[in-house]
């Protein structure tokens, strides 16, 4: 007996059962807790179908597409099949695991009736949905493709079984979903619960799809991921061409005038072999330019013209261009034109510049000077106050400005503007002119004199006519005038808005002889040269002779300037021989004038003294260091010591220089200038106390000797052992010849071989020593000394001629 019969048998029980469970109302009645639902489930996975009954007790079982699978819980036959839970809790729900195709059907929970006649139930169909996962898709045209730009062309991508059918996507190399163009086909397989999904796309490929990867995205709702396959496409393509100025422009893109430009053309292509040709306004550029051009002296001509670059390769060709922008300065095309108007009428003036950029034009009045348009057509009603001269500018920045002059004429009748007296000299050709303001040009000029015209026949005159900008200028010319020839001429002047007249008288000009002219000329010549020359003779006597004192202050400031800048001087030495003396001075501080100490007239000699080391002199040794000195043989007795300065005790030598008489301007030995120069000292004198009269209350030019006979030393001044205090005006004292006493020998200075220090307090001192001729003395004998000059430069030590002796262990090392 089949399980169906069990099955029938049991409903047949229930069933009378239930016929005697009426007699009995206590029965309880079989009834569903949870039911079957609708359910999806993908294959592979766990499916579980609920069905709980409340007072089960008949037989329960589960039947698919009303065939049953069994009552008991293991349902044997359906290996995924099995019914979980307990009778305890009245759980008989369905698992099935692992789902598979043939699962999907509807199921039904069922009861039968009780043994006590309960009634049977059963629940509701629930279908079990199947889903099934599509294979992997594939794209028919493989992985990888080779078409040409422009050429279209159809991808196809299939996926097979799945259930639903495969949704298929396109994306591109740029992750862009594609939706247009695409065929979506979809297959039923024989099985008739599965599919095969088809998706055509319809491609025209780009120079942007080279080497990129077109994607097929496959998937159902049998899983989440999608599953993809891909295809690289290489495109053929034409040259992308890209034309640009590499140099030679502005940063604004401007390409000034008369400059170079390069032109660059990059070309982009697959395959890369191409070829490049340049043309310029359609005309092919003669050269062999690949990827360069170079235009030398770009003219104003090639402003916007069109360069283009061609580049062919096995595809095809591509062109691009660039339109070249020239900057140039302004330039006329039309200049304004002068123009002819009458009262009332309205007249245009045009100013037509060419420039890049456009030019600034600018119109000016020149009566008025101020801009009045900046229009290039300027536009004017003629009357008084419009007529006249206009002048049009255009600019261009960077570029000069450029201008023209119009002008515009009011008409009317002619005005004569020529002098009314004009000259000839008899015997020559003359010429009266008649000149005549006239717009329009005048019709008629008509020459008259003695009340007759002119005639053009006389072979005495001629009529020459220059027409002007505003007018004529009409010439007569008299052929060798003669005296019958001058008097009134009338000269008539007519336009069509009317005439003017005028009287030229016509005079006689004496003509003055040529010869005369031309010697005038020539005498005043020579008397400019002669003043000239007189001029400066007299400024070259008068240079020739400076005064005693400006010399002296000259002499003086060249010497300190020498001290000052260096101790290796560019010297003279004069070399004053005397009957008895033999004096050595600096030629800058030499003072014309000066006498040797015998009153004898001196013979001067100027010698020339190298920068540095020993000088020969005539046989004499002249040394400026003392390791340049090798000291001589001396004798015993004499008086010749060579230059040198013999030691002496001077603090026992020393006398207070002898105050000499005053000196009053009733002197007769003074010259003019001494007098009026002590007149003012003494004045000086009375008004401030001759017992505090300082030396620096004097004059500050007081000539040599002043200062010692009004009793005062100018040696004990701060200022006369400093040369650079000093006052180059004050001299310094005369020795003291009336007491042949040596004066105080200077303090002790240091000595350098690379330089002598000297100052004018030494070398006055100095001076004042050997400057005085002492044969006899208060402490003794003193030989003889030879004078050196009163100069703060005198650094030399030159031996005398005559011969002096000095005992030996006295000598002073020289100054």
Known sequence: MTSSHKFLLLLLRIAMMSLSGMASPMLKEQKFAMEPQDQTAVVGSRVTLP???????????WTKDDFGLGTHRNLTGFDRYSMIGSDEEGDFSLEIYPVMLEDDAKYQCQVLPGPLGQLGIRSHFATLTVLVPPEPPKIVQGDYLVTTEDREIELECISHGGKPAAEITWIDGMGNVLTEGIEYIVEELSDGRRFTAKSI?????????????FTCQAQNTAERTHRSAKLKLEVKYAPKVTVSIISGASPNGRIPEGADVRMGCKAD????????????????VIGDYTTEMIMHNITRKYHDSIVKCEVHNAVGKSEESETLDVSYGPQFRSRPKTTQADTGSSITLSCDVDGNPSPDIAWFHKDHRKKISTSPNLTLVVDESTAGKYFCTAHVPGYPEIGAEASIYLKGPPAIVSHKTQFGIEGDNVRVECTAFSIPAPERVVWTFNGQEVDLHDQDYSILEDPLPEGIKSTLIIRESQERHFGMYNCSVSNPYGSDVVEINLMPQKSFPLLIIIIGGVLLVVIVIVIIMIIFLCQRQSAKKPSREGDTNTMEKQCKESDRSSNISDLKLDLRTGSSNSNVHCDLDYIPGAESETGSESVITRIGVPLAGPVNLSGQDVYRYSADYTEPSFPKDGHNNNGYVPYVDYSRDYNPPMMQPPITSMDPTINQSTRLQLNSLQSHQLSSGANSMQLNDMPTSIPNGILPSLGIDPRFSATYGNPYLRSSSVGLPTPNTANPVATPAPPPYSRDNSRIVSSSAMMTASANVVNSVMATGSNGSIPQMTRLPNSPTSQYIIPTSNATTIKRGTMATHV
């Open 269 to 284: 292509a697959n395959p890369p072999d191409v070829t490049y040709r340049w043309f310029i306004n359609d005309e092919q």
């Open 51 to 61: 069905c709980r009954v409340i007072d089960k007790s008949g037989i329960l079982q």
């Open 201 to 213: 796309l319809k491609l025209t490929p780009r120079k942007d799809h080279h080497n990129t990867s």
